[in-house]
């Protein structure tokens, strides 16, 4: 009997069941923990992408492919001038005498097709969002006992976002562990476990948690790129199995392919990736380089492919955020613009230039210093001058600045409106994923100042003040607990009341949504200003506000499908009065104000019932009394 128990026991401490039970109460310090912040801090969805990416998510879970109900006017004028062309050429293949009769059937069956997703006959295919998140998410949400549902009662939160919010969590959690085993390996248990500790006390990154966005499965995504490049470099100094260091390079190439796939923007890493094994790739970084990147190609190219057969760009939409918050395209105009004719045209060499020089400078002069959410990114920047001893600590410092450098340059071209509708937390923010590790350098660069300066002067001090010499161990203790909660402060003062409101009106009103869209019919479409929270919480096919009234709103009306509703919100009520309402003769805020002061909409507009209990903060015009009589 004692003999099991000394084997128990051995077991729980040193043995296997150490690791065991310290990962077991790790996660459950983690649960309780973010518990504890989704009832405090929790704020229902309030940025595009997140309730973009959430319907594209739901619609791939229930079988209907990668389609979106949230209808980009650009995307459609996009597919349109595609299927044009391949309705040509099939119209041109028609007309050949030599056809058989079933090569003829196919051909007419395809050209129906094409014409059908043309016209929005069919599910719209989404062009903005890359497929990895979304489709991790559908997998999720398949699985997960989801209401979309809102009840008739006093709305606080959205169950569903609720549950994107745990799995984003998850990977956080997992995030997490990565740093640790990272950090581990190339500093120690110390600052593995300090540096694990402030990134999860860390708040920046609770909110990407539970912002809905695909930030934290960037974030594993970098973790294991870094993890990648960290065996290969040990494994080529070591000179260990010449095959080894080459699967560790084609998993670094898979890693930023799947990363780009997440966020096209992420492709730029290949960049640093290729330049680490370039620099200390030894006799292989030929083949390396050629394996990385071959392996990279393979994961993007055939969504790539599916996205030029489209559109003729092989990242959709997203391809031409570059042109965005440029003279010829400011603020959605793009988006919401319906000419497909060619865009990179209209913006000079100059207005490139512009765009870079003005959005770097402004991610240098705000958001490099609280690039992880707290201090720590300071001791991460003055530790770049202090040497470093190791050679694999030095061999990733260098990969972390060639990535800051190009991440800054791409964050820079790709900026759009989407940063200014939520600065901090977008989609565009790409330096936060540098955050786990920056911290990793940042506490290293702290210990080395507690262990050569601060604790010999503060050891000194109190052996002069009592005359007795204090514990060191303890003092260490002290002094890294009060680091880590001078750190933490933000993530501590995010848990203390007040509490905030967790709707994000305006404009957002879920309940108000939801009931706007369980009016129409599912093959009905609906026009709003905030397309992708109708096509999340309704659930129906909603394309943006046009950008010129009465002009392109006719062209989507007439020529593409029935505009059969029109929702609009205080992000168009709450217009300004003068250059919006006044003076702008092709917008919607004359349109409102025509309205309102009038009480009907302008002559010659189609959609003429409104129901009266919405006004003022939302106004809703539809064909006939939906409300009355519900569709089934």
């Given at each position: 009997m004692q003999a099991w128990l000394q084997r128990v026991i051995h077991f729980i401490e040193e043995g296997e069941g150490a690791r065991t039970l310290r990962l077991t109460l790790a996660a459950l310090a983690f649960v309780a923990i973010a518990m504890l912040y989704d009832i405090v801090s929790f704020k229902n969805f309030n940025t595009e992408e997140a309730m973009d990416m959430s319907q594209l998510a739901r619609n791939i879970s229930r079988g209907e492919g990668y389609t979106t109900k949230y209808i980009r006017p650009f995307s459609l004028a996009l597919v349109q001038a595609q299927t044009n062309r391949k309705v040509s050429e099939i119209a041109k293949r028609l007309e050949a005498k030599d056809l058989s009769e079933t090569e003829k059937k196919t051909l007419q069956s395809e050209q129906a097709r094409l014409e059908k997703i043309a016209s929005l006959k069919t599910s719209h295919p989404d062009l903005a969002n890359p497929p990895l998140y979304p489709t991790l998410l559908a997998g999720f949400l398949k699985i997960a006992p989801i209401d979309y549902k809102i009840p008739f009662q006093i709305f606080q939160t959205y169950g569903p976002e609720l549950w994107i919010a745990g799995f984003n969590q998850l990977l956080f959690f997992l995030a997490i562990l990565l740093l640790f085993t990272i950090t581990r390996e190339l500093f120690g248990p110390s600052v593995a476990w300090v540096s694990s500790i402030l990134f999860a006390a860390t708040d920046l990154?609770?909110?990407?948690?539970?912002?809905?966005?695909?930030?934290?499965?960037?974030?594993?995504?970098?973790?294991?790129?870094?993890?990648?490049?960290?065996?290969?470099?040990?494994?080529?100094?070591?000179?260990?199995?010449?095959?080894?260091?080459?699967?560790?390079?084609?998993?670094?190439?898979?890693?930023?392919?799947?990363?780009?796939?997440?966020?096209?923007?992420?492709?730029?890493?290949?960049?640093?990736?290729?330049?680490?094994?370039?620099?200390?790739?030894?006799?292989?970084?030929?083949?390396?380089?050629?394996?990385?990147?071959?392996?990279?190609?393979?994961?993007?190219?055939?969504?790539?492919?599916?996205?030029?057969?489209?559109?003729?760009?092989?990242?959709?939409?997203?391809?031409?955020?570059?042109?965005?918050?440029?003279?010829?395209?400011?603020?959605?105009?793009?988006?919401?613009?319906?000419?497909?004719?060619?865009?990179?045209?209209?913006?000079?060499?100059?207005?490139?230039?512009?765009?870079?020089?003005?959005?770097?400078?402004?991610?240098?002069?705000?958001?490099?210093?609280?690039?992880?959410?707290?201090?720590?990114?300071?001791?991460?920047?003055?530790?770049?001058?202090?040497?470093?001893?190791?050679?694999?600590?030095?061999?990733?410092?260098?990969?972390?600045?060639?990535?800051?450098?190009?991440?800054?340059?791409?964050?820079?071209?790709?900026?759009?409106?989407?940063?200014?509708?939520?600065?901090?937390?977008?989609?565009?923010?790409?330096?936060?994923?540098?955050?786990?590790?920056?911290?990793?350098?940042?506490?290293?660069?702290?210990?080395?100042?507690?262990?050569?300066?601060?604790?010999?002067?503060?050891?000194?001090?109190?052996?002069?003040?009592?005359?007795?010499?204090?514990?060191?161990?303890?003092?260490?203790?002290?002094?890294?607990?009060?680091?880590?909660?001078?750190?933490?402060?933000?993530?501590?003062?995010?848990?203390?009341?007040?509490?905030?409101?967790?709707?994000?009106?305006?404009?957002?009103?879920?309940?108000?949504?939801?009931?706007?869209?369980?009016?129409?019919?599912?093959?009905?479409?609906?026009?709003?200003?905030?397309?992708?929270?109708?096509?999340?919480?309704?659930?129906?096919?909603?394309?943006?506000?046009?950008?010129?009234?009465?002009?392109?709103?006719?062209?989507?009306?007439?020529?593409?499908?029935?505009?059969?509703?029109?929702?609009?919100?205080?992000?168009?009520?709450?217009?300004?009065f003068l250059s919006q309402m006044i003076k702008d003769n092709k917008g919607w805020g004359r349109f409102v104000l025509q309205s309102l002061s009038k009480g009907e909409v302008p002559d010659g507009f189609p959609l003429k019932k409104s129901p009266q209990r919405f006004l003022p903060d939302q106004f809703f015009v539809t064909d006939w009394d939906r409300w009355a009589i519900p569709p089934k």
């Open positions: 990154f609770w909110r990407f948690s539970i912002s809905g966005l695909s930030t934290m499965l960037l974030v594993v995504i970098f973790l294991c790129t870094v993890w990648a490049l960290v065996r290969f470099e040990r494994q080529t100094r070591e000179s260990g199995s010449a095959r080894t260091p080459w699967l560790a390079a084609i998993l670094a190439g898979v890693c930023v392919g799947l990363g780009c796939l997440t966020r096209y923007s992420f492709g730029w890493l290949m960049g640093p990736v290729l330049i680490f094994f370039l620099l200390f790739g030894s006799e292989r970084r030929a083949r390396v380089c050629f394996l990385a990147l071959g392996a990279f190609l393979l994961v993007v190219s055939p969504w790539s492919i599916r996205n030029y057969t489209l559109t003729g760009n092989a990242f959709g939409i997203s391809g031409y955020a570059i042109c965005q918050s440029t003279p010829a395209f400011q603020e959605d105009q793009l988006e919401r613009s319906l000419q497909a004719a060619p865009v990179f045209g209209k913006v000079s060499l100059a207005d490139y230039a512009r765009k870079l020089f003005v959005n770097a400078r402004d991610i240098v002069e705000n958001e490099i210093s609280r690039l992880g959410g707290n201090w720590l990114t300071l001791f991460f920047l003055a530790g770049l001058l202090a040497p470093s001893l190791k050679p694999a600590q030095s061999k990733l410092r260098y990969f972390l600045l060639f990535s800051f450098f190009v991440l800054i340059v791409a964050q820079a071209f790709g900026r759009t409106h989407l940063t200014g509708d939520s600065p901090q937390l977008n989609s565009e923010n790409l330096l936060i994923v540098l955050g786990p590790l920056i911290f990793g350098f940042g506490v290293v660069f702290y210990f080395e100042l507690i262990d050569r300066i601060v604790f010999p002067e503060l050891l000194f001090y109190f052996e002069l003040i009592d005359r007795i010499v204090f514990p060191e161990l303890l003092l260490k203790y002290a002094t890294n607990l009060l680091f880590c909660t001078i750190i933490a402060l933000p993530m501590i003062f995010s848990l203390l009341p007040p509490r905030f409101n967790p709707v994000a009106y305006p404009p957002y009103y879920p309940p108000t949504l939801q009931e706007t869209g369980g009016w129409m019919r599912a093959n009905e479409l609906v026009m709003s200003d905030v397309p992708w929270a109708m096509a999340w919480y309704g659930d129906r096919q909603c394309v943006s506000l046009s950008r010129i009234y009465p002009e392109e709103f006719f062209m989507i009306n007439d020529d593409i499908k029935t505009v059969q509703a029109l929702h609009l919100t205080p992000r168009t009520i709450d217009g300004r």
